[in-house]
């Protein structure tokens, strides 16, 4: 067996503080352990060249991603044209290994070269083109929601591609529904590679609720304005926490003596304010498939309330509490914050999160290269 894999990756996946560098990241620690030797090529646009990587690749290959706005008037998606990269073909072409492209983003040498000689496969990060609909209709921006709709129907005429590669791997069974319609056995679902090995969870109460993600997409803003006015009507406090500032968002945070905003610079961090919440709340307005913060927040939190939209189709349905409306997220949170988290859902939790083990998703991917 040929134990040696390029991926190509649409960021730096390091630092792993957010959902697809975390996907990337694990996946890369996940496939060492198992003895393979991985070439990572990555785009770098603002995080940074990182020894970290070097830890754990035999070779690492950076590329400029070249965001003109010059680029956005292609036929091709904004996301892989700014990604076309001829040094990037050259370095693939001069070896034989497999490749895993991850997202839809970096495959730009699908349309150029035909890998007939090795197998490709395709991480679906998203459903692209409905993940970019989704924003459209979260962005308040006029501009911005423009390029949103522009994207989500170059996206939808380009995912054909995907035809060409060996595998797509879709991170969710609402994607595996999806992309298995489209592109029947070449669709296998591999759930999210993320960082926990064991449940972490505290029994007891904790005296906060928490809401975290990146303030940077537009859903996530969304979220938590619809949650500040949720906890506008409870005496009960609320951290959002970010490694991002929005100073909108900031604004209307000091409006209100039981809100507060904490930035989160580090996973450590993170971990500590998941683990004292007593309430982990993750409301999403975009039905995307799996969110590795729900998955963290599972491993290292208490109770976690979310809408339909964030938990369907994902396998975790028992471990969360579901509100849809703020009148239903008002009457959840006022009571959990009497309820104790116990042995019995701790117990619960490590049984259901098994099949999100990052060794046995590795192993599937071994698999699909050989066979």
């Given amino acids: 067996m040929n134990k040696k894999i390029n991926i190509v990756s649409f960021d730096v996946p390091y630092p792993p ?42 070779k690492v290959y950076y590329y400029k991603r070249e965001t003109s706005l010059i680029k956005l008037f292609s036929k091709l998606p904004f996301i892989i044209k700014s990604r076309a990269n001829n040094e990037l073909i050259k370095n693939l072409e001069t070896n034989t290994y497999p490749i895993l492209f991850e997202g839809l983003h970096t495959t730009f ?13 395709v ?42 590669v060996s595998f797509v791997l879709p991170i969710s069974p609402l ?11 070449k669709s296998k679902y591999i759930s999210a590679f ?23 997409i537009s859903d996530n803003l969304k979220a938590c304005y619809f949650l500040i006015k949720v906890f506008a009507k409870i005496n009960y406090p609320f951290i959002i926490a970010s490694s991002f500032i929005n100073k909108n968002l900031l604004n209307k945070i000091k409006k209100h003596p039981t809100i507060s905003f904490k930035k989160c610079p580090n996973s450590k961090e993170l971990n500590s304010l998941l683990t004292n919440a007593h309430i982990n709340i993750l409301p999403t307005f975009q039905n995307t498939g799996i969110k590795l913060k729900l998955i963290n927040a599972l491993y290292n939190g208490r109770f976690c309330i979310v ?42 939790r490590k049984k259901i999160l098994e099949t999100f083990n990052t060794e046995n998703s590795a192993k599937q991917i071994i698999n699909f290269l050989h066979c």
């Fill in 175 to 185: 994607e595996q529904e999806y992309f298995s319609s489209k592109f029947q056995s």
């Fill in 194 to 216: 993320h960082q926990n090995k064991e449940i972490n969870s505290l029994k007891g109460i904790g005296n906060f609720a928490l809401y975290h993600g990146d303030l940077n």
């Fill in 307 to 348: 809408n339909d939209k964030m938990i369907q189709n994902t396998g975790l349905e028992k471990l969360c509490l579901i509100s849809n409306s703020e009148k239903e997220f008002i009457k959840r949170i006022r009571i959990l914050s009497q309820k104790e988290f116990t042995e019995q859902d701790i117990s619960k």
């Fill in 109 to 121: 040498p699908l349309l150029n070269v035909n890998f007939n000689n090795r197998k490709t496969i």
């Fill in 17 to 58: 503080n957010y959902g697809g560098a975390i996907d990337v990241f694990y996946k890369i620690i996940a496939l060492k352990k198992l003895g393979f030797k991985i070439y990572l090529h990555t785009f770098e646009y603002g995080r940074g060249e990182q020894n970290e990587l070097k830890k754990h690749c035999e």
């Fill in 123 to 164: 991480r679906a990060h998203n459903i692209e083109h409905k993940y970019y609909y989704g924003l459209a209709k979260s962005e308040r921006n006029i501009f911005k929601k423009l390029f949103f709709i522009s994207e989500a129907i170059k996206l939808k005429y380009y995912e054909p591609i995907l035809n060409k």
